[in-house]
């Protein structure tokens, strides 16, 4: 059978990448960089003419004039081909990167096939532990209005920040992001120089999680470096348990 990829519009793609999103049941951190206009490339796989999957190459942002591989999908009736129109998709594409989300195990068996300098970029958590940390006198404070929050939520694009505040002065900062597919919700901080190291990160990661289940009805996510210890240990403290990692690598050609 002929293996075979083919510049589409992301239009054509979007019933099959609910197909991706139903077997992945989790956050997808790029979920949103489709939705960018021209930001990516659409590929439609297919064998012998007949549409079996579909794949997507970054070509701005970060991914500028380094074509990257961010998502790929085939029909589980088709699998056994999955190497095949890899393949296919890579040579049709200019390919030279992939980005993947280890908890997708398509894609990263295709980043451990094709490349031999994958590392990782950063750790994903998902929110499995509920905690009752004391605000030690922290009052958090909404800076973007709610209604705000909620239509970039609806949009998938942008989000909310608070502040936290000990008698009126500003100990940290955070917010959150909703670039991940519904209904998870990106949850980020950071605690200024002079409070670190007395919990107000865990607090306040702590109360974005509330504000994410209570006020926007969606469910909290984070993510931080491999080498951010500190920030690794506050979202433990604050519950995220780690789930995925997300991995980079230049692609060989066969």
Known sequence: MTSEATLC?????LPMRELYRQEMRCQITKDSIPQREGWVLAYLLTLNGTVVGYALVAIAGPWKDKPTAIEYY?????????FDLFSAFIVAGSVRFIEIQSNDPLLTTMLLTWSTDAVSESIVFHDRILTALPSEG????RVTPLEEARRCMERRSGGGEWVLELDGSTVATGGILFHYNRPYGDVYMEVLEPYRRRGFGSYLVQELKRVCYEELHSIPCARCSVTNVASRKTLQKAGFVPCAHILTGSITLP
């Open 9 to 13: 519009s992301v239009e054509e793609i």
């Open 74 to 82: 085939v029909l589980p009736m088709y699998r056994t081909r999955v």
């Open 138 to 141: 922290t009052v958090l404070r």
